[in-house]
């Protein structure tokens, strides 16, 4: 398979129900794509201005002093400690290093990967440009002989879910011993909302605990989209193995794949300053706040959901009837049809909208039938 025999980008088919509810007398309150949309802090739109003399192409591997605040970052909010800069690597936001990782570890036809089966769609995108097989699994046991990559997403988009040390200790060993690389996805890990993630950080795949001290196999990626607001600048990372590392930079260094340099200079500032994450974690958590009893009281039941930006719900409903219930409301949802085929009567509902829309499809919900 190549890039002419992928689908049709799957959001094309939320439109009539886009349409429906802009017609709404109130406005539509769009709860379908988790983009950012309080302003980006001060403190990263000032280290951006100040770096835009950028007449110089930009390194592949990144400037010294953002795998320095990257490394800093990883020891003071993940609890990975140690990280050198032969381990750490800039990435143009993460969702392209999501979909080219199997180009970029020379997978192909008759490999396996192995992605969450309630899973944001890039993992499987990723698998079917290269031709490998893609497989949806929580379970350790069952992964195939022939898995050659393993994604993990804790905090998961679209549920919600963390994986605990065991869990994660258990996926990394079953892909060792399948000879695979082991990629988490964590870039929602800030926003942590029920227990015990209220109270304790959640736990990165790099963790020392789960790795036994060994990074050896082992990547963990990461954006500042959600924690920093920063989805318009395509600011991410990945760290680990120093030998994947190594084998991916040579690769985005053929291909171009670099960040501009006002952006890095603008994450170092971002890395450096926790307030503006805690004040941006605190919006989130009034809005979900605000969403959850409403939902509830609409009919639908929550799963999942402990962190993250969304609400993943259902009401016993194919997805579709849910959307066009909620559009009648004003309110966009996104169909669990997008998120592989095991959850046909989930909707995600995101908490990345102002919070005067927020209170608006709170209201809506109240009142529904």
């Known amino acids: 398979m190549g890039v002419a025999d992928l689908a049709d980008y799957p959001w094309d088919a939320v439109a009539p129900y886009a349409a429906r509810a802009r017609a709404h007398a109130g406005g539509i309150v769009d709860l379908s794509i988790g983009s950012p949309v309080d302003a980006t802090p001060d403190v990263v739109r000032h280290a951006l201005a100040a770096a835009t003399d950028a007449h110089a192409y ?146 990165s795949i790099l963790d020392a605990r789960v790795t036994d001290g060994d990074p050896t196999g082992v990547l963990a990626v990461y954006s500042l989209s959600k924690q920093s607001n920063l989805a318009g600048y395509r600011a991410a990372f990945l760290a680990g193995d120093e030998r994947l590392v190594a084998r991916l930079l040579t690769a985005r260094k053929h291909l171009g794949l670099m960040l501009p340099h006002p952006v890095q200079h603008a994450m170092v500032a ?53 959307l066009d219930r909620l559009a009648g409301l004003g309110i966009l949802a996104g169909p669990g049809h997008f998120y592989g085929p095991h959850f046909p009567r989930h909707i995600r509902l995101s908490l990345t909208a102002p919070d005067e829309r927020i209170e608006a499809a709170a209201q809506r919900l109240r009142g529904a039938d």
Request: hydrophobic share 45%.
């Open 58 to 203: 930009p390194q592949t591997v990144g400037t010294p002093a953002l795998r320095e605040a990257i490394a800093d970052w990883f020891a003071r909010r993940r609890g990975v400690p140690g990280l050198t800069p032969a381990q750490i690597l800039p990435t143009v936001g993460s969702k392209e290093l999501v979909a080219l990782l199997p180009l970029l570890l020379g997978l192909g036809p008759g490999d396996v990967v192995v992605h969450p089966r309630a899973a944001y769609p890039t993992y499987e995108v990723g698998a079917r440009l290269v031709g490998a097989t893609p497989f949806a699994s929580d379970d350790p046991a069952d992964w195939p002989a022939a898995t050659r990559l393993v994604w993990l997403n804790s905090p998961g988009n679209p549920d919600g879910r963390v994986r605990g040390i065991p869990s994660l200790q258990a996926a990394v060993a079953r892909a060792r011993a399948l000879g695979a690389v082991i990629a988490g996805d964590e870039c929602y890990a800030e926003l942590g909302w029920e227990a015990p993630w209220n109270t304790e950080p959640i736990p």
């Open 270 to 322: 971002a890395l450096g300053d926790d307030e503006h994450v805690a004040v941006q974690k605190e919006r989130y958590r009034r809005r979900r706040d605000i969403l959850v009893p409403a939902v509830k009281a609409a009919g639908f039941r929550i799963e999942g959901s402990e962190a993250g930006l969304y609400l993943w719900a259902t009401e016993g409903k194919d997805a579709w009837d849910s």
